[in-house]
């Protein structure tokens, strides 16, 4: 299994026999080298988007028409796409599991705002934010989307048992490190946390330093643009 950072949330996940992109916001992203879009994306079989924000889901549609793979996300959020030409959507509500391959993903709640400008006349609500457990190889990853800390993180750890956790931290838009720290060490028992939203401008959070220093002895693995995590 590979975990690959494409820039602020956006990951390419290769597990089982699915190559999902999370959120990968491409165009526009100040940490993604363009010219590394097509190493990004080849062999894609699935888009997974939390919300509809632009620096989540900015990409997703042209993804899917280009790649001929289907979004993945809240319902409502699907709906909104599935208009669009070569878009193919696979919409679901929290707490719903769908399978892609061989892969599990649940929907999980978030705590964040979620809307989505498809006219260019403003933004229109696109659902609910939300977050994944993605199962495969024997890993379970919490994706937390955008965030803040929650007591739900604990319902999903009796659930699921991530041993991966892919966090926000950068603050301001959504927990920062401590918040993070406290939500890794408070409800999971991960054995790999991975940090993401961040470094991408000056109002986040410019390293994990708070984080590593608040989680002890947590395997915390600050990724690099386009250097695979293996596990």
Request: hydrophobic letters at 45%; aromatic letters at 8%.
């Amino acid at each position: 299994m590979k975990v690959t950072w494409l820039g602020h949330s956006g990951f390419r996940i290769e597990i089982e026999d699915a190559v999902l992109l999370v959120d990968p916001w491409l165009t526009g992203n100040p940490l993604f080298p363009a010219a590394r879009r097509a190493e990004a994306i080849a062999g894609a079989t699935h888009v997974l988007v939390s919300h509809g924000h632009g620096d989540h889901a900015g990409d997703a549609a042209a993804l899917s028409a280009e790649l001929g793979i289907p979004i993945v996300c809240i319902y409502e959020l699907a709906t909104l796409w599935s208009g669009c030409d070569g878009v193919t959507t696979l919409g679901f509500g929290k707490g719903g599991t769908v399978e892609l391959g061989a892969v599990a993903v649940t929907l999980v709640h978030a705590v964040h705002s979620s809307s989505i400008d498809m006219t260019g006349d403003g933004p229109s609500l696109a659902g609910t934010e939300a977050g994944f457990m993605i199962a495969g190889e024997g890993h379970t990853i919490y994706f937390s989307g955008d965030t803040d800390v929650m007591a739900d993180m604990a319902v999903f750890a009796d659930l699921h048992a991530p041993d991966i956790g892919i966090l926000c931290i950068g603050g301001h838009f959504t927990m920062d490190q401590q918040r993070a720290a406290y939500a890794a060490t408070k409800f999971f028992d991960f054995k790999t946390l991975i940090p993401c939203h961040y470094k991408t401008f000056p109002l986040l959070a410019q390293n994990a330093d708070v984080l590593k220093a608040a989680v002890g002895g947590l395997d915390v693995r600050e990724p690099e643009i386009l250097v695979p995590i293996v596990f």
